[in-house]
C-alpha cells in the first residue's frame, strides 16, 4: 500500500476548506491510495504528474515508488491549479 505525502499547498488548501469538502477530498486521496491510476485520471503534458477530478475540485500528483505524493488541489473550473504548478516547478 501507498503512503500518502502532501505538500505544503496542498495541506493549506485542505485546512480551509468546509467540512464537507475536506471529507470529499480525503476520501478521493485515500481511494488514490488503493489505485493511483482510476480510470477518470489522465497524465498531464508536459509533466510527470497525474490529475483526477473530485467534484469541484481537481488533485495534481503523482506516484513514486512507494510514495503517493499530492502537489497541488484546487478549483476544477479555472486556470489556476496549473499557474500554481508552473510556478511551482520554476
Do not use: W
Amino acid at each position: 500500500m501507498l503512503k500518502l505525502n502532501l505538500t505544503h499547498s496542498a495541506l493549506d488548501f485542505l485546512e480551509n476548506l468546509p467540512a464537507k469538502q475536506f471529507k470529499q477530498l480525503v476520501n478521493a486521496q485515500f481511494s488514490l491510495l488503493k489505485n493511483p491510476i482510476p480510470h477518470d485520471s489522465q497524465e498531464l503534458k508536459g509533466y510527470p504528474y497525474r490529475r483526477v477530478d473530485c467534484g469541484e475540485y481537481r488533485i495534481i500528483y503523482q506516484t513514486q515508488e512507494d510514495e503517493l505524493q499530492v502537489i497541488i488541489i484546487g478549483k476544477r473550473n479555472d486556470d489556476d491549479v496549473y499557474k500554481k504548478l508552473k510556478r511551482l516547478l520554476s
